[in-house]
């Protein structure tokens, strides 16, 4: 169900469907179907309204004209809130950023940053080993574990991981995960 509602677009025609599982698999595996339950309960109970005035960094609010997970009337209400607050209509109907047109997103937050824009959208190709370190990664392995699984030894696991990292323009294992399983 939830992967219905935060990224529709990902079974389109064309698109592969191993985000969609991996999303899913996560979902089961991260928390029961009762607290599950529970935490989504608890983000459509909390209200922040109040507290948006208190935000005094400017802010780029960006929302997809089709999010099913969240409203576009809460998006707009909360750039409202926020003193410096900008809001930003973008076209899809994922909820997660980087599902979809993510060089939308790209272009959006480097304007509102004064960064240039981006000449050219860099391949993202790896090794076939780093591309395999990533894999096992995204499945939450520490260096230690992925050096058992690819005996290798720990520090050729970290610079894979590094090497991964850098290549791709990360900052950390998570960003790595979350490529890979949308279809890095």
């Given at each position: 169900?939830?992967?219905?509602?935060?990224?529709?677009?990902?079974?389109?025609p064309g698109r592969t469907t191993f985000t969609r599982v991996a999303f899913t698999q996560y979902q089961r595996e991260a928390a029961t179907a009762?607290?599950?339950?529970?935490?989504?309960?608890l983000?459509?109970?909390?209200?922040?309204?109040?507290?948006?005035?208190?935000?005094?960094t400017p802010t780029l609010v960006l929302h997809r004209d089709h999010d099913r997970a969240a409203p576009l009337a809460q998006g707009r209400q909360l750039a409202d809130g926020i003193r410096n607050g900008q809001f930003l209509e973008?076209?899809?109907?994922?909820?997660?950023?980087?599902?979809?047109?993510?060089?939308?997103?790209?272009?959006?937050?480097?304007?509102?940053?004064?960064?240039p824009?981006?000449?050219?959208r860099a391949t993202l190709t790896?090794?076939?080993?780093?591309h395999e370190v990533a894999r096992l990664v995204s499945e939450g392995l520490t260096n230690r574990d992925i050096a058992e699984r690819l005996h290798i030894t720990e520090r050729s696991a970290e610079s894979h991981v590094e090497r991964i990292r850098i290549r791709l323009g990360?900052?950390?294992?998570?960003?790595i995960a979350a490529w890979f399983v949308t279809g890095g």
């Open positions: 169900m939830l992967a219905d509602i935060f990224m529709p677009d990902v079974d389109a009762e607290v599950a339950r529970a935490m989504l309960a983000c459509y109970e909390v209200d922040i309204a109040d507290d948006l005035a208190r935000v005094e973008l076209s899809g109907h994922a909820h997660f950023p980087y599902v979809g047109d993510a060089d939308a997103i790209t272009r959006a937050a480097r304007r509102f940053l004064g960064l824009g981006l000449r050219r790896l090794t076939p080993r780093q990360f900052r950390s294992r998570s960003q």
